[in-house]
């Protein structure tokens, strides 16, 4: 079966451009993985020696070792249960890392990232990934999707998506500087709001000429309430001035999540919302090796009173995909599944970051289904910067899934039939649905 992987980075469809071999394997399996870099700390290991933040690695070899040293920090996490798979399906490693395979390990990978068949697009092919998104700046020029949609020898499906979070949020790093881009862009003034809006709408189209199908938000929590005009047109100008106080910008960005859904309604992006991680929780780490580096931290949230608003005006719209995520799996039978249950609009998104692990994807598949069904499932899509798991993510949500329905069948619940049914919509034609595609 197919896989559908999405909210890569943008960097993926650069290297899938190039289509250069990987450097070595401390930089394709570690540096930019922060589900591994930041067990690896605790352990000890510096941060600049595993090549975080796009720091230069120094020695390759040496911060190998100290990934292999440290393997037992890994024991019993969703990274070591990749890394295994890696190991073994890929590079027919059976040996654990330890401080004795270390330099035979590196060795084997090292000569084989050498071998055509562990270019990026051969990989993709093997991957059997039908569908790339990456998630883009709303400014980006697109250059890398149009040049393989062009690329007569690829003929993989790399889509962007619309990431408007800095654009959206006063208090996000680099919003004014975006909003002056946008404003540039759309030739008028920084503060006119009306513009601001136009012009959001404009680069949603330029994307959705691109091939996009969704756009994603990735909030601290999930209110979207809307403002008068003037109001929000007031706001917006002590934004870009940066005079909001910390409530002004809450009620701003909320409007805009609002503003999201509408734009949304009309032009049929679909609209992901990804709430509930307080970012770069450690400040020194966050000034030296910038975001993403592994300190972003769930938080407990709440859609119910949150997203009424948005779904009374827009939860029975046409055509209006809204798919909820969570790394606060209280709420996805207390509030999630509820609303999938009854808003036609409301789709149920996989566990992600924290969740998509074995045990938890187990946990959501009983915590919604008795509620919602497995229609309203968006079904497992991928969420990663380690493009090597990708196989392992989904075979593992597979076999999760498979045991789920079997136990359904066993006690009498589903029939046979239909279970296997089911599991094929869920690995394919329920994300092919939901996400438009």
């Known amino acids: 079966m197919t896989a559908i992987a999405t909210a890569t980075t943008a960097a993926e469809g650069s290297m899938l451009l190039d289509d250069e071999a990987f450097p070595d394997p401390t930089r394709l399996l570690l540096s930019g993985d922060h589900y591994v870099t930041r067990l690896l700390q605790t352990a000890g290991v510096d941060p600049a020696e595993l090549g975080v933040g796009g720091v230069e690695v120094r020695d390759p070899r040496r911060a190998w070792r100290s990934f292999c040293e440290?393997?037992?920090?890994?024991?019993?996490?969703?990274?070591?249960y990749w890394l295994t798979d890696e190991l073994s399906r890929l590079f027919g490693i059976d040996r654990e890392p330890s401080a004795s395979s270390a330099d035979a390990l590196y060795d084997v990978i090292a000569d084989r990232l050498q071998q055509p068949n562990f270019r990026p697009r051969r990989l993709l092919d093997r991957f059997r990934i039908e569908v790339l998104a990456t998630t883009d700046d709303p400014m980006d020029d697109l250059d890398v999707h149009r040049a393989l949609a062009d690329d007569a020898h690829f003929d993989g499906r790399v889509i962007p998506t619309f990431r408007p979070d800095a654009y959206l949020d006063p208090e996000a790093p680099g919003f004014l500087r975006g909003v002056e881009r946008l404003a540039q862009w759309h030739g008028t003034?920084?503060?006119?709001?009306?513009?601001?809006?136009?012009?959001?709408?404009?680069?949603?189209?330029?994307?959705?000429?691109?091939?996009?199908?969704?756009?994603?938000h990735g909030v601290v929590d999930a209110l979207a309430e809307p403002l008068?005009?003037?109001?929000?047109?007031?706001?917006?100008?002590?934004?870009?001035?940066?005079?909001?106080?910390?409530?002004?910008?809450?009620?701003?960005?909320?409007?805009?999540?609002?503003?999201?859904?509408?734009?949304?309604?009309?032009?049929?992006?679909?609209?992901?919302?990804?709430?509930?991680?307080?970012?770069?929780?450690?400040?020194?780490?966050?000034?030296?090796f910038g975001p993403d580096t592994g300190h972003d931290i769930p938080v407990a949230t709440e859609y119910t009173r949150n997203l009424r608003p948005l779904l009374e005006e827009y939860g029975l719209a046409p055509d209006f995909h809204l798919v909820l995520f969570t790394v606060d799996e209280t709420t996805f039978s207390r509030e999630i599944a509820p609303l999938a249950g009854f808003y036609p609009s409301v789709f149920i998104g996989p566990p992600w970051w924290f969740l998509d692990a074995p045990d938890a994807i187990l946990r959501f598949r009983a915590a919604t289904t008795e509620i919602a069904g497995f229609s309203r499932s968006a079904g497992f899509i991928d969420d990663t910067r380690a493009f090597l798991s990708i196989p392992a993510r989904h075979d593992m949500a597979r076999r999760v899934d498979a045991s789920y329905l079997a136990r359904l069948v066993a006690e009498g619940r589903i029939g046979r039939a239909r279970a296997q049914r089911i599991i094929v919509d869920l690995t394919d034609a329920q994300p092919r649905k939901v996400f438009k595609l």
Do not use: C, K
């Open 70 to 80: 440290n393997w037992d920090v890994l024991s019993g996490t969703a990274s070591g």
């Open 228 to 288: 008068a005009s003037d109001e929000a047109a007031a706001l917006f100008r002590r934004a870009v001035r940066s005079e909001s106080t910390p409530a002004e910008a809450r009620a701003f960005r909320a409007h805009m999540l609002f503003q999201m859904a509408g734009m949304s309604v009309r032009d049929g992006l679909v609209m992901t919302i990804h709430p509930g991680v307080l970012r770069n929780h450690h400040t020194e780490t966050y000034r030296s």
């Open 189 to 216: 003034p920084t503060d006119d709001y009306t513009g601001y809006l136009e012009g959001l709408e404009s680069r949603r189209a330029h994307f959705i000429a691109h091939g996009a199908t969704s756009a994603d």
